[in-house]
């Protein structure tokens, strides 16, 4: 069973280019890359929440390049415990997390944030589990 402890989160490198930057996102050699199945993009406007979902067998590669998104994780043993990373332009990093964890994410900038994810696996509707956002007592306004 996975846990929240075992979220890998990897500090990325942004690279200052005329005309543009460039961000890197993962490697091959990276220590936490397991495989390629995908990778997509998805919009969080600003303090919408999209939650909860727990993939049985993906995992997930989050990158956020443009604005600001929190993460929040939950405990697999339905504790009340969760885990809260705010990740993009100011904290540019991955993050990786195992199969077996719920998550949520919401948008933190005053702007639409764009985020990646890069899987392991192909998207497979029956290896992911849903939840609404209602679900786990978890306060997405606070601090």
Not at 64 to 75: L, M, N, Q, S, Y
Request: proline share 6%; glycine share 6%; charged share 25%.
């Amino acid at each position: 069973m996975s846990s929240i402890e075992q979220i890998v989160v990897t500090p990325l490198k942004r690279i200052q280019t005329p005309g543009g930057d460039i961000l890197h996102a993962i490697k091959a050699s990276d220590p936490s890359f397991t495989g390629f199945g995908e990778a997509y993009f998805s919009w969080a406007d600003p303090m919408e929440v999209k939650a909860w979902k727990c993939h049985q067998r993906m995992v997930i590669n989050l990158v956020v390049p443009v604005g600001k998104v929190r993460f929040v994780f939950h405990a697999p043993d339905h504790s009340e415990r969760f885990r809260m990373e705010e990740v993009g332009e100011s904290r540019y990093v991955r993050l990786t997390v195992p199969p077996g964890i719920w998550f949520g994410f919401q948008g933190r900038a005053t702007h639409s944030s764009l985020l990646m994810n890069i899987a392991d696996i192909e998207h497979d509707s029956a290896e992911v589990l849903r939840k609404v956002v209602d679900d786990f007592d978890y306060n997405w306004n606070g601090a």
